[in-house]
Nanobody
């Protein structure tokens, strides 16, 4: 599967942003999808994930309540809605795909990655 993330940009502190990730392939619903982010000088970290059916959603503890992950399998697209953004949320956001739920928070478990989309938060 090939992934392309988009929707990043400049947002004011306290604002909201929705990222999208478009996937190629005919069996998108078979993939467990994750969102990660990486700020300059920091390791890539888990943000959120969603099961193939969309029923199961999982969030980083630090971001829970400020993010919503969803997917539209008919459009081969997964979304990440973010709210109340702060400077600490500025990063390159990546979408990723894997088969199965095990290790959904681990970068190493994902075999497919999009190119990333940059989110900048202004004060």
């Amino acid at each position: 599967v090939q992934l392309q993330a988009f929707g990043g940009g400049l947002v004011q502190r306290g604002g909201s942003l929705r990222l999208s990730c478009a996937a190629s392939g005919r069996i998108f619903s078979a993939y467990f999808m994750g969102w990660f982010r990486q700020a300059p000088g920091k390791e890539r970290e888990f943000v959120a994930a969603i099961s193939g059916s969309g029923v199961g959603t999982y969030y980083s503890g630090s971001l829970k309540g400020r993010t919503t992950v969803s997917r539209d399998n008919a459009k081969n697209t997964v979304y990440l809605q973010m709210y109340s953004l702060t400077a600490e949320d500025a990063a390159v956001y990546y979408c990723a795909a894997k088969i199965g739920t095990i290790g959904y928070m681990s970068v190493r478990e994902y075999g497919y990655w999009g190119q990333g989309t940059l989110v900048t938060v202004s004060s």
